[in-house]
């Protein structure tokens, strides 16, 4: 395994929760800030007195250089690590980086009686969270990926982070500059879906739109999930089939998040097939003038067609796609293991649409194709996921 790198504010508890997740995996926990000290032969608070904190950045990276040469351990950082863009790079190409966030106030009463942390040797420390921590923001939302921490017991962070490592994500970039996002890919991601959202920077109202069948199989689940990370949830179920991919339906669903009161900032997640993921994209980009939205697809066609390159829109009578715009999500999660419940025949239909891509673009697709056919055809993860 490659290693597991946890950052996050002062008093986010990432020693602790490393602790546990070491003792979890049977794997070494490594603390930068006790290897500073090593290289120091100094604690953190005596480098900040004697020498600065240039001096101590400098040693930070000299620490993380050299616990990076490993594979296989849980890497605690200090709070103020990934600020520098040269740690940031080495920590991520080690592995995946894990944010713990907290609340001002939480942040607060965990260092409020500790005086390790030169930084917060102040005596305004709530306005000095506050600072530092706004001004630390847009380098922890580089992380892949957030837990919040605020209320929950070491051992539920821990529980969180595990399921978030058990589904074993891949991600592919799409780079469109402001418009970038991340496809993520793994088995069993949308159980963290709530994660992700809060990742994104969203954590109060969202809108899950599903259709008839889905909603018993995965959007109960996924309502459950984003409600006990505090998200106030709606669901709006929409009448399976291609009906639904019309102004009519659309309408009705943007007078429901009228009702609802949904903002300029209320994500809304697309949980469903082509259908519903250009559907829900098509409110978006004109529902206040667009709208953030999330695509979790749960067909193989909609994993590898539908939910990529931002195409939305509904059918007109005249035709399909006549109506629409082409507006880019803020993630697309694939989750591999929904499709354990998809049907045989809208399976075949994927698979014959990769085998399309791979004739008319990609031989060594089509020769990956060719030679794993019979596992593909079983629902084998690793196959179907690359
Ligand atoms: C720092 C956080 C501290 C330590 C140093 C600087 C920061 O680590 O590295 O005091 O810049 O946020 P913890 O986050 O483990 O307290």
Redesign the pocket.
């Known amino acids: 395994m490659k290693n597991l790198i946890l950052t ?5 508890g ?2 602790t929760v490393g602790r546990i997740l070491a003792k979890k995996k049977n794997i070494r926990l490594v ?3 006790k290897e ?1 000290e090593k290289l120091a032969g100094a604690s ?2 005596e480098i ?1 007195k004697t020498k600065g ?1 240039a001096y ?1 950045r400098m040693l ?1 990276t000299k620490a993380i250089k050299l616990v990076v040469q490993e594979e296989n351990q849980i890497i ?6 990934i ?1 520098n863009a040269e740690n940031l790079r080495m920590l991520k190409q080690s592995g995946r980086v894990i944010c713990l966030r907290a609340a001002t106030k939480t942040i607060l009463s965990r ?1 409020m009686n500790n005086d ?4 917060l040797n102040i005596d305004d420390k709530k306005s000095g969270i506050e600072n ?1 921590m706004n001004s ?1 923001l847009k380098y922890y939302n580089k992380a892949d990926f957030s837990i919040d921490t605020d209320g929950k017991e070491p051992e539920e962070v821990a529980d969180a982070i595990m399921t978030y490592i058990n589904a074993d994500y891949d991600t592919v970039e799409v780079d469109l500059g402001e418009r970038s996002y991340d496809i993520k890919i793994g088995a069993g991601t949308i159980k963290n879906i709530a994660h992700e959202l809060k990742s994104l920077g969203f954590n109060d109202k969202v809108v899950l739109i599903t259709s008839d069948c889905i909603d018993g199989l995965y959007a109960e689940d996924m309502m459950r999930r984003l409600a006990s990370e505090g998200f106030d949830a709606k669901k709006i179920v929409v009448d399976d089939g291609e009906k639904s991919k019309s102004l009519d339906t659309a309408n009705e669903i943007i007078t429901e998040l009228l009702e609802l009161r949904c903002e300029r900032n209320t994500p809304l997640i697309a949980l469903g097939g082509g259908v519903i993921g250009d559907l829900t994209g098509f409110v978006a980009s004109i529902y206040l003038r667009g709208v953030p939205f999330i695509q979790v697809p749960t067909t193989l066609l909609a994993d590898v067609d539908s939910s990529v390159g931002g195409k939305t829109g509904v059918n007109h009578n005249y035709g399909k796609n006549l109506i629409g715009a082409f507006y880019q999500p803020k993630l697309v999660l694939i989750d591999i293991n929904v499709l354990s419940t998809l049907p045989k025949s809208e399976f075949l239909n994927g698979i014959a649409e990769i085998i399309k891509y791979g004739v008319i673009h990609d031989p060594y697709l089509f020769k990956y194709l060719d030679e794993n056919v019979s596992k593909l055809l079983a629902k084998d993860l690793d196959a179907l996921k690359h």
Request: aromatic letters at 10%.
């Open positions: 996050g504010f002062m008093g986010t990432k020693t603390d930068v800030d500073i953190i608070a900040f904190e101590f930070e605690a950082t200090g709070g103020g690590a600020v260092v390790s942390r030169p930084l530092l630390r």
